[in-house]
């Protein structure tokens, strides 16, 4: 491996020439160019090195890879698509994957919401979404409805809309204004009520009344949408307070106003249902999905929408483009494919529902951390898991960064946000491999305090 080289011999010069040409997304780019970490291959729980050392894979890749990696079925799926049908439109145009996947995703989906617009990532099906939502209204003749509602520590992708109802400030400072029309519910973590919750918080569907403050504020027949995570992931894995999502849902209703869960990370299986507006009960009008949707395969996102909202649009001539919106390669047919391959793997695997069997191992092993040095708090649900640290003093994500860094060395892969240990293991861990992972963590606390 050439680039196994090139790392090695970075680590001994500060830098090298084959790696500098990359600006990596959401890193620490000299930091990282200095010792990378390179993977090479994967197989279901594990990666690679480049040097071939195994690393047992905490965290789904980035949340994705749900059902492990390199499924030789999803594989083959891939290279027979990329044979026979390389591309093509959807633009007035179509192909017979790109239905039938839509399809399947309707049926695991709430009932109710039954149609499909494809996209490539979670960013742009959170634009998607948010533009849907302001056409909606548009078309039923409420166009004042322009405002849209986020919430504080919210990630919605780094697009324009999606950082602009975000609430996470390093996200946001460096590009100016933002939308217009946008404003942010407060966020659901309150440490001093539920810190050290297993499961959903019993404290804090209040901060749903939140949403009434803003309705009084702008005058709820401005707003069109409100959009949240159901849980937010990459703020630090906060899971929604016991009646919280509820109590969005009817203040949503009550004023006319459409309610979008963010289902990028908490969508296919990662709450022990395939989605986790059926683990919590609660159904929004529109949603969006990535991620595990190919299972990191190959990108692609969607949202998936009430029957309602598609068919507000299905007015006028019949001959007319009814939604001004799409992307070349919405629907490709590679990610067809790897969704259709994903979603039979999911199924044949009981992969959707299989995080309910290991929630009970992963809570109970995770909140035994409690007693660790520097942990504040523990949250879970389903395969999901975060442990929060103390910063170290006037170096906040320093210590959190410490135990990645101390954890990849030691062959698990976890991620950090901030302090926060962040945890979502492929749904087809077995019960060793998630006390591997917490002992790890465990050892790596211990080395970092
Ligand atoms: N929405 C949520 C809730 C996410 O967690 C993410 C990514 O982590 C995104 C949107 C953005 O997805 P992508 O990185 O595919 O654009």
């Given at each position: 491996?050439?680039?196994?080289?090139?790392?090695?011999?970075?680590?001994?010069?500060?830098?090298?020439?084959?790696?500098?040409?990359?600006?990596?997304?959401?890193?620490?780019?000299?930091?990282?160019?200095?010792?990378?970490?390179?993977?090479?291959?994967?197989?279901?729980?594990?990666?690679?090195?480049?040097?071939?050392?195994?690393?047992?894979?905490?965290?789904?890749g980035?949340?994705?890879?749900?059902?492990?990696?390199?499924?030789?079925?999803?594989?083959?799926?891939?290279q027979?698509?990329?044979?026979?049908?390389?591309?093509?439109?959807?633009?007035?145009?179509?192909?017979?994957?790109?239905?039938?996947?839509?399809?399947?995703?309707?049926?695991?989906?709430?009932?109710?919401?039954?149609?499909?617009?494809?996209?490539?990532?979670?960013?742009?099906?959170v634009e998607?979404?948010?533009?849907?939502?302001?056409?909606?209204?548009?078309?039923?003749?409420?166009?004042?409805?322009?405002?849209?509602?986020?919430?504080?520590?919210?990630?919605?992708?780094?697009?324009?809309?999606?950082?602009?109802?975000g609430?996470?400030?390093?996200?946001?400072?460096?590009?100016?204004?933002?939308?217009a029309?946008?404003?942010?519910?407060?966020?659901?973590?309150?440490?001093?009520?539920?810190?050290?919750?297993?499961?959903?918080?019993?404290?804090?569907?209040?901060f749903?009344?939140?949403?009434?403050?803003?309705?009084?504020?702008?005058?709820?027949?401005?707003?069109?949408?409100?959009?949240?995570e159901?849980?937010?992931?990459?703020?630090?894995?906060?899971?929604?307070?016991?009646?919280?999502?509820?109590?969005?849902?009817?203040?949503c209703?009550?004023?006319?106003?459409?309610?979008?869960?963010?289902?990028?990370?908490?969508?296919?299986g990662?709450?022990?249902?395939?989605?986790?507006?059926?683990?919590?009960?609660?159904?929004?009008?529109?949603?969006?999905?990535?991620?595990?949707?190919?299972?990191?395969?190959?990108?692609?996102?969607?949202?998936?929408?009430?029957?309602?909202?598609?068919?507000?649009?299905m007015d006028?001539?019949?001959?007319?483009?009814?939604?001004?919106?799409?992307y070349t390669?919405?629907?490709h047919?590679?990610?067809?494919?790897?969704?259709?391959?994903?979603?039979?793997?999911?199924?044949?695997?009981?992969?959707?529902?299989?995080?309910?069997?290991?929630?009970?191992?992963?809570?109970e092993?995770?909140?035994?951390?409690?007693?660790?040095?520097?942990?504040?708090?523990?949250?879970?649900?389903g395969?999901?898991?975060?442990?929060?640290?103390?910063?170290?003093?006037?170096?906040?994500?320093?210590?959190?960064?410490?135990?990645?860094?101390?954890c990849?060395?030691?062959?698990?892969?976890?991620?950090?946000?901030?302090?926060?240990?962040?945890?979502?293991?492929?749904?087809?861990?077995?019960?060793?491999?998630?006390?591997?992972?917490?002992?790890?963590?465990?050892?790596?606390?211990?080395?970092?305090?």
């Amino acid at each position: 491996l050439p680039l196994a080289a090139a790392a090695a011999a970075a680590a001994t010069t500060g830098g090298d020439a084959a790696l500098d040409a990359f600006w990596m997304p959401f890193t620490a780019n000299r930091q990282f160019k200095k010792s990378p970490r390179l993977l090479a291959k994967a197989s279901g729980m594990h990666y690679w090195d480049a040097d071939g050392r195994e690393i047992l894979d905490g965290c789904a890749g980035l949340w994705c890879v749900n059902a492990g990696h390199t499924r030789p079925k999803i594989v083959a799926a891939i290279q027979a698509q990329a044979a026979e049908l390389d591309f093509a439109p959807t633009f007035q145009m179509g192909h017979p994957l790109a239905f039938e996947l839509a399809g399947q995703i309707t049926r695991i989906a709430p009932a109710g919401m039954g149609k499909v617009f494809f996209t490539n990532s979670g960013s742009e099906s959170v634009e998607t979404a948010l533009k849907m939502a302001l056409a909606y209204h548009r078309v039923r003749g409420e166009g004042q409805r322009t405002r849209l509602i986020g919430r504080e520590r919210g990630y919605h992708g780094v697009n324009f809309g999606g950082i602009s109802v975000g609430g996470i400030v390093a996200n946001r400072k460096m590009f100016g204004a933002m939308l217009a029309g946008v404003d942010h519910i407060r966020h659901t973590h309150d440490p001093a009520r539920n810190a050290f919750s297993v499961g959903q918080p019993a404290h804090g569907a209040d901060f749903a009344d939140d949403l009434e403050r803003l309705c009084a504020l702008h005058d709820p027949s401005t707003i069109a949408a409100v959009i949240v995570e159901p849980i937010a992931g990459s703020t630090g894995v906060l899971i929604p307070p016991q009646g919280y999502l509820q109590r969005l849902r009817e203040i949503c209703d009550r004023h006319g106003i459409l309610l979008i869960f963010d289902e990028v990370i908490t969508g296919f299986g990662r709450t022990g249902q395939p989605f986790a507006a059926q683990t919590f009960g609660v159904t929004p009008d529109l949603m969006t999905v990535a991620k595990g949707l190919t299972n990191g395969a190959v990108p692609m996102g969607a949202v998936i929408a009430k029957d309602m909202i598609h068919d507000a649009f299905m007015d006028g001539p019949e001959h007319l483009i009814e939604f001004f919106h799409g992307y070349t390669y919405s629907a490709h047919p590679l990610a067809c494919a790897a969704g259709l391959a994903t979603l039979q793997t999911y199924a044949e695997e009981g992969l959707l529902t299989r995080a309910q069997q290991l929630q009970g191992q992963l809570a109970e092993r995770l909140h035994a951390l409690r007693d660790a040095p520097n942990v504040i708090d523990v949250r879970n649900y389903g395969l999901v898991g975060g442990v929060e640290l103390a910063p170290r003093p006037g170096e906040p994500g320093k210590r959190g960064f410490e135990v990645f860094l101390d954890c990849y060395a030691n062959g698990v892969l976890i991620r950090t946000t901030g302090d926060t240990i962040a945890m979502s293991p492929p749904l087809i861990i077995e019960p060793a491999q998630i006390d591997q992972i917490v002992d790890t963590v465990r050892a790596a606390l211990g080395r970092v305090a």
